[in-house]
């Protein structure tokens, strides 16, 4: 474990501590999800699945079952053990996307506000492999980074209501896709035809935090 993150761990009520690192960067996020594979498989009594996010792991527990300080001891025990987390994902997974036109209809000013074609701009989000850091906001809804500095724009100034599921976005420094019809505020480049979330299927998600993610344009290329 690398001695450069900081460790706390926190009450959160009676029934959940919250582990967080600092800083909050990929190889915190690495380590959050080894601690959280590690406590899942432990099989703690009275202790539930974990749920990391970028730097903090939520631990919820039945404080009938298990102490409260006999949890945070097995935890910091957990920490000074865990490896580091590898660089690359044990799971990569190609996700096929169709670029602007109806279905990415922010591509153009996206290209226009970082001065690329909208060609320039799915290659750049295409190039490199991403990882899922945290699934949230929505069930099956993967926050994926770091996307290249060259698109990192804020969130649009007004979000709109509803966005169709698989639709594939961008903000700030992360990508998304939305598992369902959902508001939000990303900007909107695109659209795969894979299914995100499933609740009758095992596991119900697509992506698992720690997975890889490639994005491979579909044949009929960027719509206009």
Known sequence: ???????????????????????????????????ARALDAAALDGVEPSVPAINTLLVPFDPLRQSEAA???????????????PDMPARVVSIPVRYGGADGPDLPEIAARVGLTPQEVVALHCAQLY????????????YLGPLPERLQLPRRATPRTSVPPGTVAIAADLSGIYPARLPGGWHLIGWTPLRLFDPAADPPSALEPGDGVRFVPLPDGVQP
Do not use: K, Y
């Not at 690398?2 to 600092?22: D, F, H, K, M, Y």
């Not at 097995?74 to 490896?83: A, G, N, P």
């Open 71 to 85: 949890l945070e001891r097995t935890i910091h025990d957990l920490l000074r053990q865990l490896e580091a987390a």
């Open 1 to 35: 474990m690398s001695a450069t993150i900081r460790w706390r761990v926190l009450p959160l009520g009676e029934a959940a501590l919250l582990v967080e690192g600092q800083p909050a960067d990929l190889p915190t996020n690495r380590a959050v999800i080894a601690l």
């Open 131 to 142: 990882r899922v850091l945290l699934i949230g906001f929505a069930p099956g809804f993967p």
